[in-house]
């Protein structure tokens, strides 16, 4: 049973940094690519970062530069660090994986930025 929950979300100010982390279980986690969306409020889905099983990482313009995504494989952890935090952030943050074809999403944390 594939299971990724998610934690580390909450109220920052502006230009103030969290660090966002996803736990996997049920898969090969060191082979598989991993990914964080966020999800705000009348706006659909989108991504914003992923990291491949070598490293590889893909970042949206919106948070590149802002955001690094990272993976400890001897923890089954993947992690997403957000510095210089903006309200347009703010945001519903899920977990991602794609294991044996079948999307899987963690329950997601709110992360919000205000002051």
């Known amino acids: 049973q594939v299971q990724l929950v998610e934690s580390g979300g909450g109220l920052v100010q502006p230009g103030g940094s969290l660090r966002l982390s996803c736990a996997a279980s049920g898969i090969i986690f060191r082979i598989s690519t991993m990914g964080w969306y966020r999800q705000a409020p009348g706006k659909e889905r989108e991504l914003v970062a992923q990291i491949n099983s070598g490293g590889g990482t893909i970042y949206p313009d919106s948070v590149k530069g802002r955001f690094t995504i990272s993976r400890d494989n001897a923890k089954n952890t993947m992690y997403l660090q957000m510095n210089s935090l903006k309200p347009e952030d703010t945001a519903v943050y899920c977990c991602?994986?794609?294991?044996?074809?079948?999307?899987?999403w963690g329950q997601g944390t709110q992360v919000t930025v205000s002051s």
């Open positions: 991602n994986v794609v294991w044996y074809g079948r999307g899987y």
